[in-house]
């Protein structure tokens, strides 16, 4: 059998490094397995697994065995591995350490660009044309157009899907949907900067789902680095000065919508083989077609129209740039944080999220002038700064408590510095 581990964020030991399990376990059992985490052994080479792993072969060196500190003796295994594209164990060269602070500097700069655009274009559309649910299909219609034209070009490859796929992928773009038009809807009411200062409260959202409905539980310094988080989005909303409900409430479900959707796409798309620009792509067509007919019968085409000529008088041929600006940025922007996924760490993405949210929200301001009290600055970054420690606490979470993300076929021992933890079956553990 050949197992499968999948985890885009985290870094296993290379091929050449070896788990060492009791001499009285059966090696029948030990088919699936997971590297040690301990600090110790980090500083061996490493490679990071941004595709499904197979373990292409499994050898028992009865005869050569290792003192553990008990004095119990210990025998050797070595694993090797390959990705799911490849037919060969794993290389063992890495890019270098400049080279790859190179590609992360380049990966932020172009994420936290793009969606500065999106934003500025998107609120500029919306002043002048308030049709939120149909700006909404246009940014997914433009981006399902473009990955088509990249299809039919070969300028990307094809993903190879089937209906199983889609049929995994549903839930993840009806939630995706929801949470794009709640988001245009805020945007629509409020202020861009009020907006994402509501939707820095996400891990407020993330936790309370995952605790309530999937019963998962989190370590204390998670739910104490919450109290900022909620704290500074009461604060600032108590005291924006153009305050609107819906506009609060469209931002709040998003922040609800976009949990669901993280959720459905980490229980999913587990071992799927279309990621990163594909995977998004199939997903905008996906929420597309969901959106679509809700768009009709929300606004329909004779609002538009209404709306479109009055605009365009207004305004003049310039709109049309606007209107194509911010669909185009919209799904670059997403597009380029999908891809990011596969190649940085969740505690470095996550330091990017929240430079992200500030690089927007300060970019707003200074563009749209918006009037901003004191504590309403302070409620802000009380905020952002909360979701900052959330992430930090999390990440460390996980790497002081040695546990990975993985869904295994059998049930498996997962050891810990030479000693077993805990037994597992056929679930996933949750700590992102």
Known sequence: MISTLKQPSLKFLTQKDSLVRRSSSSSAKFTSFVSEMAPKRLDAKRVTISKPLHISSLENFGSVKRRAKNGEFKRKIECKAYEADKSKPIAEKTPSEASRRVRIGIYFATWWFL???????????????????????????????????????????????????????????????????????????VAVSFTHIIK??????????????????????????????????????????????????????????FVFRNIFSKRGM?????????????????????????????????????????????????????????????????????????????????????MKRICVIVSSIII?????????????????????????????SLYKLKKIVLTIPMAIVLKSAGKTVRKLDERTINVL
């Not at 539980?217 to 819906?246: D, H, K, Q, R």
């Not at 969901?290 to 310039?318: D, N, R, V």
């Not at 802000?380 to 420690?389: M, R």
Request: glycine letters at 8%; proline letters at 5%.
């Open 115 to 189: 969606n500065v655009i999106f934003n500025i274009y998107n609120k500029k559309v919306l002043n002048a044309f308030p049709y939120p649910w149909l700006t909404s299909t246009l940014s997914l219609a433009t981006g399902s157009l473009m990955m088509w034209i990249s299809w039919i070009t070969r300028v990307v490859e094809t993903p190879k899907t089937d209906l199983q796929f889609w049929k995994t992928l549903f839930p993840v773009a009806v939630a995706h949907t929801i949470g794009h038009v709640a988001a245009t809807v805020s945007m629509s009411k």
């Open 200 to 257: 820095s409260g996400e891990p407020a959202f993330s936790v309370l789902v995952s605790r309530l409905l999937l019963g998962e539980t989190f370590p204390a310094g998670v739910y104490m680095s919450l109290i900022p988080i909620i704290g500074g989005c009461a604060l600032a909303a108590l005291t924006e000065l153009n305050f609107n409900m819906t506009g609060f409430m469209g931002a709040m479900v998003s922040n609800l919508a």
């Open 270 to 354: 587990k071992g799927k083989s279309v990621g990163g620009m594909n995977y998004y792509a199939c997903l905008s067509m996906l929420s597309l077609l969901i959106l679509t007919p809700f768009a009709i019968a929300m606004e329909g085409p004779q609002m538009w129209m209404a709306g479109w000529e009055k605009t365009i008088s207004q305004i003049g041929p310039q709109f049309i740039w606007w209107v194509a600006a911010q669909s185009v940025f919209y799904h670059l922007y997403n597009q380029v944080s999908y891809m990011s996924l596969d190649q940085i760490s969740p505690l470095t993405f996550s330091i990017g999220n929240t």
């Open 368 to 396: 749209f002038c918006t009037p901003i009290q004191p504590i309403n600055a302070l409620g802000a970054a009380i905020a952002i700064l909360g979701t900052f420690l959330y992430s930090q606490v999390l990440i460390c």
